[in-house]
């Protein structure tokens, strides 16, 4: 397909989210978030009380996932839940179910859908490896610990959540391990993917840099 597509991936709170969705509007592209789509998924299973190992019902849960996007509104059946799925608690239970292969299987195509003329900013874990292995462009953006933790905690504070430096430079670790780690589409730089440490940049010059090199790279 001539759609072009731009894959972001990257750890927890390194800024991908930011950065993907002030490229795809300057580009005038849409925007998958990708991340939010397991978060959709964990938020439904916390609320049902799924159990993690039952397998079946998390693949179910995510097949049958009714959640649409308006802006930068996120709703799951006709609720918005645009802040709850930014919980903490939400976002570790994301991480534990995107370890398994059947729920990364049952949104594989809900992702795929979001391609769409005239082009995609897609950010995640798997973009560039697994998605959408043939972008036009892959960008792989990363941060230190503590640059990535201090932004985790403006963002919580900001939404109305408590939130403890200490506790999220944990949590952010620990996930990063996860998803590091697991052996189902685990976080890593994508073959070909351009590396962006923005530890020590604003979100806009990291937008500018994911830009030149698209322009480049068309
Ligand atoms: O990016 P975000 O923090 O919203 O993602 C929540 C969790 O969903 C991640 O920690 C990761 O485990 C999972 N995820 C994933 N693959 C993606 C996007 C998110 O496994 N493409």
Not at 137 to 147: D, G, N, Q, W
Not at 169 to 197: C, I, V, W, Y
Request: overall charge neutral.
């Amino acid at each position: 397909s001539h759609i072009p597509v731009i894959a972001i991936d990257g750890p927890t709170a390194s800024g991908k989210g930011t950065v993907a969705q002030k490229v795809a509007q300057h580009l005038g592209f849409h925007y998958l978030d990708s991340g939010a789509l397991y978060r959709l998924t964990a938020l439904s299973v916390l609320r049902r009380n799924t159990p993690l190992d039952d397998e079946h019902a998390l693949a179910k849960a995510a097949e049958h996932l009714h959640c649409h996007f308006n802006g930068a509104h996120i709703f799951l059946a006709n609720e918005d839940v645009t802040n709850d799925i930014r919980a903490e608690e939400v976002g570790n239970m994301a991480s534990k179910i995107a370890a398994i292969p059947t729920v990364r299987q049952a949104l594989y195509g809900l992702q795929l859908s979001f391609r769409q003329p005239p082009g995609l900013v897609a950010d995640g874990r798997d973009m560039g490896t697994v998605i959408f292995p043939h972008a036009g462009l892959k960008v792989f953006l990363t941060a230190s610990v503590e640059a990535r933790a201090q932004r985790r905690y403006k963002q919580l504070i900001d939404k109305g959540f408590s939130a403890n430096m200490e506790d999220l430079s944990k949590d952010l670790t620990e996930r990063d391990a996860r998803d590091s780690n697991r052996s189902s589409a685990p976080l890593k730089a994508a073959e070909g993917a351009h590396l962006l440490d923005t530890s020590a940049m604003t979100a806009d010059q990291a937008v500018e840099q994911v830009l030149s090199w698209y322009a480049s790279a068309k």
